[in-house]
Structure formats: C-alpha cells, structure tokens
C-alpha cells in the first residue's frame, strides 16, 4: 500500500455539501482528464453525471434533448479540463456552471421554448420533491438546501427557482412574478446572498 | 443606461440575463473585483440547488460520452500571462481559441480571459484602424468617450483609451435606438447582432459558437441592398465574442459570417455559416 494513502481518504473537517472526500477528489480527476487519461473522466463521469444531467434535465425538459445537452456538456468538460483554475471555486461548481449555460443557451432557442412552455404550469411544483438520490449523503445535502430555502422570502425563492431552474431571464421572471422590471433581478440576488451565508458556501 | 450594473451579479450567476446584458455584465466584469469576487460566491450557492435535481441519465449516455471523448483532444492550459497571437494574420491557432471554457465559467473564470481576449481584439482592431478610420467611427468613439466620461470615473475612461472598440460595443448594446437580430446557428449556438442605426455600427454576439476548421478563419461580412458582401473584419479566437463589425453598417441589411483562408478574403469564398438579416 501506498504509504500516503491514508492521508488521501478524508481531507480533515472537510463540511463541505459535496460530502468530504469529493471535492479533492473530483480535482484531481480533471487534472488527470486534462492529460487526456480517459479512464479518469470515466470516473469523473461517473461522479457527477446525475448532478450534470439532472440540473440540465431540469432546465430543459425534454428527455432526448437533456441528453444531448449533457453530452455536450461532458465534451465541453474534456477539452477544457487543462483550464478549470481551482482558485475560481470548486471542480463540482465548475461543472454544473458549463452544464448550467448550455442548458439555459439551449432552452432559450425557440424551437425548446415552445416545448417547454407547455409543460411549465405543470411542473413548475415539483421543484422540491423530484430529487431521486439514494446515497444518504445526498439526502442530507438536499435537506440541508431546502432548509437554506426556507429562509428565503417567498418571492426570493420563485425567482430563484424560476431563474436558476427553470431557466427564464429575469425579466421573464418578472413578468411571471407580476414585479416591477428592475426588481426580479434584486430578488434573485438577494435570494443568492441569503442561500449563500445560510448554507456557509465558502469558496 | 446601468442605474448599478452591480446588481445584475445575481441574474449574472444563475444565467438569468439576456445575451446583450451578459455580454455588457461581462465586460463591467472584468475590470471590477467586487462584482467578480461576488458572482464567484453566488454561482458556488446557486449551483448548491442541483443536490434538488439530481437524477441519474440513462445508461447508454455514458458510452456515448466516453467514446466521443476518445477522438478529441483536450485544450492545452492557458498560459498564464497572456498569450498574443503572435501573427496576426494568421489568425487560425486553435489552442488560443475558445479562452473562456465555456462562456460558463460565468463568473469564476470568465472574467479573466476575457481581459485577454478583449486585448487581443483591440491589437487586431488597432491595425485594422491604422488603415482607415472612417468618419462615421470616430463620431462614435467620440460619443461613447464623452458617454463614459459623464457616468463614470477615472477608471471606466482608461478603459476607453485603451480600447475604443468595446466602448463602441457598449455604446451600441446600450443605444436607444439599437435593433437586436438573433440566429440559432447550425451547431446549436447563437449568434446576436445589435445594430444602432444612429451609431452607424453594427455588433454581433456570439454565444458558444463553434471554431472554424483547422487551418481557417470565420470572416465577418455586411450585406448591402444590392446583395453585395462587404468584409466587417475577422472573426477573433473563441465562441463567445462580442464583435463590432467594421464598416457602416447604417444601411446593411444582413450580417453574414463565412470560413475563409487565414487573413480573410475580398469576397465570400463559401456560403455563409450564418446569416443574419436586418429584418
């Protein structure tokens, strides 16, 4: 055995949402992908691809086309592997950001939007019981974020979700909202900043 | 225009601003700490949110990823200084392209190749420039620096001494009378162009667009009444630019990109890869 190794299982006190050990360790897979070691991006893949493709199925609805989205999305990963700057935040939030734009690029086109629309009354509920995590971590996690939620103003939280999750711009969400123009993007933000000290994200 | 374009960092970090306002939050970005280090904070909370959403894709998508993978080869690192092109003229190294990963690093890593890109930009605008600088332009830089100067500071005027193209870009995405054009391009991305008639200039906006072919270049292009093609400059390196199109544009009535030899062509040497009509 290697003799490091027992220093590599659990970064000490590490509280961080990811659960201990990822974060350190999804890093270093990317590092490793960016050297074009594709067994590392297989279990990067395999990390993170029900965080990516959940998030992109969110925003975009449509099953077939979330997939394309997430493939892009991991092709995207691969070839700017070399340039995640670990400094700029963690490797987790990296990914969902690239994951995140693509979905909301792809749903803003006008062909997505209209399938999407028609979905919208019916989902736009379900935003706090769809998460199908088993691991137990990730259920703490996911309750830990709806109590972060909870301290939110209700019009915060709609924002938020319509913004984050549903992918409308703010001025969508403020006319879905019945707010005056300028204020949506003062209610996400504040949301953001509330979610953010709530949940202790430090970068 | 921006009352406080600090406060579009929230809608900034969970992609809830328009192409136009991304592309003018983006360049405020670059040269204002607080906004980057805020933004990099709230992208890291919102994206808490997918532990909501997390469900696992089907099965067959991971060979599909795993195999596409195989036949490309990741970027190398960005150098870390700054890295010029080094001829201008050949403008077709693949490596400098596509600086921002993803125009996603929203807020972590944006900011900063952009800085770069923005540079490079306006070397290539300088030169471009030097050989003719058309009146209708120089009214332009004229109004933008008397605009900046009568908001802001000291800081936003060097700015525009030092790059008088992205004061043009602002100045446009931000004119009253500025007309916004969109196009889904072929490989899925889109591609914006703002005119403002009274400016006489004419932007476009790219969002994720595709590199052109090895050894080529994407050439700009405004489309006249009578169908005729006026080169509007190079493309520079990267999917997400925010492009003034050289030339009037006052009387255009389509903006075109096409893939050309390294340096560009006097004429269209293929059919667009967009096309973007005033319309």
């Known amino acids: ?18 659960g ?15 050297t074009g070691d594709e067994t590392a991006f297989a279990d990067l893949y395999d990390a993170v691809s029900s965080r990516l493709f959940g998030l992109v199925r969110r925003v975009v609805r449509d099953p077939a086309q979330s997939e394309e989205v997430t493939q892009e999305v991991f092709l995207e990963i691969w ?25 909301v690029d792809r749903v803003r086109s006008a ?21 199908t995590a088993e691991a137990v971590v990730e259920r703490l996690d996911a309750e830990r974020v709806h109590r972060a939620l909870e301290t939110l103003t209700p019009v915060q939280r709609q924002a938020l979700e319509l913004a984050y999750l549903s992918g409308y711009t703010h001025t969508e969400v403020a006319t879905m909202l ?19 000290d709530t949940l202790g994200v430090t970068l | 225009m921006s009352e406080d374009i600090h ?10 601003l328009d192409e136009i306002e991304r592309a003018r939050f983006e360049r405020h970005l670059a040269g204002c700490p607080v906004c980057q280090a805020e933004v990099q904070s709230l992208v890291a909370a919102a994206n808490e949110l997918s532990v909501l959403t997390e469900v696992g894709p089907p099965a067959s998508l991971r060979a599909k990823v795993l195999a596409e993978i195989a036949t490309v080869r990741p970027l190398p690192p960005l150098a870390a200084p700054q890295e010029q092109p080094a001829d201008e003229g050949v403008t077709s190294t693949p490596p400098a392209t596509a600086p921002a990963p993803t125009p996603s690093l929203p807020a972590p890593a944006a900011a900063e190749p952009r800085v770069e890109r923005g540079d490079e930009l306006a070397d290539r605008r300088r030169s471009r420039s030097a050989r003719g600088f058309a009146r209708g332009w120089r009214l332009v830089v004229a109004a933008a620096t008397v605009a900046v100067l009568a908001i802001g500071g000291f800081t936003v005027w060097r700015q525009v001494e030092k790059d008088p193209q992205q004061a043009i870009a602002d100045q446009v995405l931000a004119a009253p009378d500025a007309m916004r054009f969109g196009k889904r391009l072929q490989d899925g991305s889109t591609a914006t162009v703002v005119r403002s008639t009274s400016l006489q200039k004419a932007v476009l906006i790219t969002s994720g667009m595709s590199q052109p072919p090895s050894g080529k270049v994407f050439q700009l292009w405004l489309e006249d009444a009578t169908g005729h093609m006026a080169s509007a400059g190079l493309m520079p390196a990267g999917g997400d630019q925010v492009v003034v199109l050289a030339g009037d544009a006052t009387h255009s009535k389509a903006a075109g990109v096409t893939v050309e030899p390294p340096g560009g062509s006097d004429q269209p040497t293929s059919a667009p890869v967009a096309l973007i009509p005033f319309a």
Do not use: C
């Not at chain 1, 201990?20 to 960016?34: G, N, Y």
């Not at chain 1, 700029?88 to 969902?96: D, P, R, T």
């Open chain 1, 79 to 103: 070839r700017h592997s070399a340039r995640f700057d670990p400094s700029k935040g963690a490797a987790m939030s990296w990914m969902l950001t690239i994951a995140h734009r693509k979905a």
């Open chain 1, 20 to 34: 201990p050990a990822r974060p350190v360790q999804l890093e270093q897979l990317l590092h490793r992908a960016a």
């Open chain 1, 178 to 196: 019945d707010l005056p123009l300028g204020t949506a993007k003062t209610r996400i933000r504040d949301g953001l900043i509330r979610l953010r």
């Open chain 2, 7 to 16: 406060a579009l960092s929230g809608a900034y970090a969970v992609d809830a």
């Open chain 1, 1 to 18: 055995m290697d003799p490091m190794s027992r220093f590599s299982v659990v970064p000490s006190g590490d509280e961080s949402p990811e």
């Open chain 1, 111 to 131: 062909e997505a939007a209209r399938n999407r629309d028609e979905g919208y009354g019916a989902s736009n509920q379900d935003v706090t019981h769809d998460s």
